[in-house]
């Protein structure tokens, strides 16, 4: 699409945009200014660079109209050529590009600059550089409250390609409470006790766990654990041990004559709003299938298949064998789409117990999408009640489903060693139930 028909945010002031929450590389606003048929029930979501890069000078004069297009923010397409084949249109948000001037993102982020958490502000800034923007389905604003999950890995590997050393834990314990157990060794909060598994699991009771746990930790860390978000009307809870800092919540899910619901009243109830959207719905069942098909070799047998690529005539001294991933480029979309082709068309038929060294470029690819699908979140938007007993349906969609970096392979490579080698030997190890085993066809 070209400029000059995008929407333009001019038309809007910065005002009307209200902060809502950030991650790593991106911050988003909802629209809550006037009646605008444009951008009533959208969020928009900018891009962010490191404090450390330089304000570069306002280069939007020295360029003549056109002549410099700035792509579509890469989510935009990613999301329309890759993952709508792989997750159904009705789960996902709408995103389109729109344009945004320099001025206007500077108004906007001195406004929302004392909204931001601080180790946030002390670490990134709003790229005011960019021409374009996301324009996405506001999903939290609005009459009701929504609740951001992000679940993370919702399989354990199958054993055939894991190492002596590491079979036995990685198919008992799952990555994420592996990696759980590593961070809090190290001092970080984390959701400790969470298993995606759990959640994954289409189990009543264990999906009653895993929401249980979301919420404990959520409370427990005033909020700053990202795996649960709660918004109502737009607003992120900032949650506390008090049950009045959960009151905006509790006057959505509990009837008003409940004067001073205690903590566990509105755990409850918040547990049972949430769940019948999430065994219902087919979406966790889609996100855990592509997370295992995706990355079937698991990391270690993606290593051993890059080592025998690059030795093919066995180990031999002086063969210095480059790190994985390593001289892969960023594939472009038309790239990413051939793999999904295939992917779609042969990766049931194919023998991933014996990979051979000549896909080796389509396991990298699918381990790099894989990634996408390990790290993405699912926002769940629940309707006003009105205490009627009448059921209304919510909506589940999946959001942050981003392109990983080719580069990140051999990290990930190196903290999966890390992650297992802190697990081996454990006391008394998690033992995670894998319930969607053998759930892989396509
Ligand atoms: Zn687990």
Known sequence: ?????????????????????????????????????????????????SNDSPVSPDQSQSAAEGQLEEPDDPT????????????????????????????????????????????????DRIDLNRKKAVLATDLVGGKGWAVEIKPKWGFLPSPTHLSPATVATKTTTCRFCMHSHLK???????????????????????VKKALNTLWDVWIGSSGSVNNLRIFVEGQMLRPSVLPQSLRPLA??????????????????????????????????????????????????????????????????????????????????IQELSSFVDIYL?????????????ANLQYYCLAYLLSAS??????????????????????????IDL????????????????EIVASYVGVGDPAVCVDGQKGSTRL
């Open 1 to 49: 699409m070209d400029t000059i028909s995008l929407p333009s945010i001019q038309n809007t002031s910065p005002a009307d945009w209200q902060y809502i929450s950030e991650g790593g590389s991106s911050i988003v606003f909802s629209y809550s200014g006037p009646v605008n048929p444009q951008f009533d029930g959208t969020a928009l979501r900018l891009r962010k660079v």
């Open 76 to 123: 935009i397409v990613f999301q329309r050529e890759i993952i709508q084949r792989l997750v159904p249109l009705t789960y996902l948000p709408r995103l389109e590009a729109v344009k945004v001037e320099r001025e206007w993102l500077t108004q906007l982020a001195k406004l929302c600059e004392e909204k931001r958490p601080l180790e946030r502000r002390a670490k």
């Open 184 to 206: 809090s060794t190290d001092g970080e909060n984390v959701s400790l006790g969470y298993c995606p598994l759990d959640l994954f699991s289409g189990d009543t009771d264990r």
């Open 251 to 332: 006057t959505q899910i509990i009837p008003s004559d409940a004067r001073h619901p205690d903590l566990i009243t509105i755990r409850d109830r918040f547990v049972d709003s949430v769940l019948p959207l999430l065994l219902d719905t087919p979406v966790l069942r889609i996100l855990s299938m592509h997370q295992r098909n995706l990355d079937t070799l698991d990391i270690e047998g993606l290593s051993t298949l890059w080592k025998n690529a690059h030795s093919p005539l066995g180990p031999s001294e002086g063969i210095k064998i480059p790190s994985l991933g390593s001289g892969l480029t960023q594939p472009a």
């Open 345 to 357: 068309q042969k990766h049931a038929a194919m023998d991933h117990e014996h990979p051979d060294t």
């Open 373 to 398: 699908f390990k790290d993405c979140s699912i926002i769940m938007r629940i309707p006003p009640v009105s205490f009627d007993g009448k059921r209304r349906e919510g909506t589940i969609t999946v």
């Open 402 to 417: 981003d392109v990983k970096g080719v580069d990140r392979l051999s990290k990930w490579e190196k903290l999966d060693r």
